[in-house]
């Protein structure tokens, strides 16, 4: 099988990095297509936790080539802090990892434009991580003021640095002018300094240097050699920037429609896409979240779940399965089958529930609205399931599972349309239950 993706189809941090770390395994390369280092995965191997934000999870086996692809928006000095805490533990990056010459780079005056912008929004806040990851999308787009990893190693990149510089100093000027008197952003009144990027560039340049190759051609080869390929999906399709819940989303296309487009292998070469889900639903930031519980029900799953962000550290608000939201995420990515995870975090409760339609404006709909909102107003109407009291944190096989618990993962499989192929029952690999065919 050339080609298996995995993505997230909720808002984001399901638990997606321990299915690539095992299927990494069965696979020879392993590429992150999207986002930035905005996203982050938990990975447990050989006994220890690691947290990674831009290095694709396969980078634990040097047997594996780890590939960033183009799609992705890099910030050097976040990929040499990463790549050297991973170094520091023991694990070896050298030419397993290949980092695409088309990707784009993050410069200081993103992370800038990010808190000025956040703070112009005058509406909820859209949750961004600050980490100029929008900005960096946002010139990528309108290509003048862009810089991507090969113009490093040009000529004319001292010039472009300078003239960009420039340019974005005189953008300052105006935006900081329109900031409320009563917000002040600590350092936004200092200018950029070209010398000082250019300085630091030029040696994150020369470290990058044996990574940087053309991806794009080496995943088209791998594809006509028939390697097995992994898709690293980042962020989760709800936060699609065409398709989730926009503007409460993030800047590219963290849902199925952006694995081709980002890496790219065209589509026919991907035979099966896997969808994770938690047991429950979780978002970080602004934007409508209909089965939130903002009570004592979320604050208690937040607590089981250990909800904070890998990244941000930020508390995630929790709420009941949406399975309206996942049926539609599991649609548009064409899932295949679907990676049920922490299913474990519910032992206890002595029910649960999960959204089987929305009431907007005295409506029944039991699909997922285009516009944020129509969401915002949707009052979810639920279907109750009895809880169960054991602990599954140690169950291995499908059939050990206490019979409420497989009548609710059951009922996800229905309701969502897809079959539930594996259930995660804890962080470590071996809590993983497969589901026979």
Sequence with gaps: MPGIAVIGLQWGDEAKGKIVDILTDQSDVVVRYQGGANAGHTVVFGGEQYKLSLIPSGIFRYDVQSVIAGGVVIDPEALFKEIDSLTARGVRIDKNLMISDRAHLIFPWHKIED????????????????????????????????????????????????????????????????????????????????????????????????????????????????????????????????????????????????????????PQFIKKILGVVKAYSTRVGGGPFPTEQDNEIGKLIRTRGKEYGTVTKRPRRCGWFDAVAVRYAARLGGVDTISLMLLDVLSG?????????????????????????????????????????????????????????????????????????????GPDREKTIYINS
């Design 115 to 266: 808190r000025i912008l956040d703070n112009v929004n005058g509406h909820e806040a859209i949750g961004t991580t600050m980490r100029g990851i929008g900005p960096c999308y946002q010139d990528k787009v309108s290509r003048s003021l862009a810089i991507r990893v090969g113009d490093m190693f040009k000529s004319e990149f001292k010039y472009r640095i300078e003239y960009i510089t420039g340019m974005k100093n005189r953008r300052f000027d105006g935006l900081v002018c329109n900031l409320d008197k009563s917000m002040h952003l600590e350092g936004l009144d200092a200018e950029l300094d070209a010398k000082h990027i250019i300085d630091e560039y030029t040696v994150y340049a020369e470290r990058m240097r044996p990574y940087v190759c053309d991806t794009t051609n080496y995943l088209l080869d791998a594809v006509d050699m028939d390697k097995r390929i992994l898709f690293e999906g980042a962020q989760g399709s709800l936060l699609d920037i065409d398709h989730g819940t926009f503007p409460f989303v993030t800047s590219s296309n963290s849902s199925g429609v952006g694995i081709s487009s980002g890496s790219g292998v065209p």
């Design 349 to 425: 409760f002595d029910i649960l529930r999960i959204c089987t339609s929305y009431n907007i404006n005295g409506r029944v709909f039991d699909h997922f609205p285009s516009q944020t909102e129509d969401l915002r107003l949707a009052i979810p109407n639920y279907e109750t399931l009895p809880g169960w009291e054991e602990d599954i944190s140690n169950v291995q096989i499908y059939e050990d599972l206490p019979s409420n618990a497989k009548y609710y993962i059951q009922r996800i499989s229905e309701l969502v349309g897809k079959k539930v192929e594996i259930i995660s029952v």
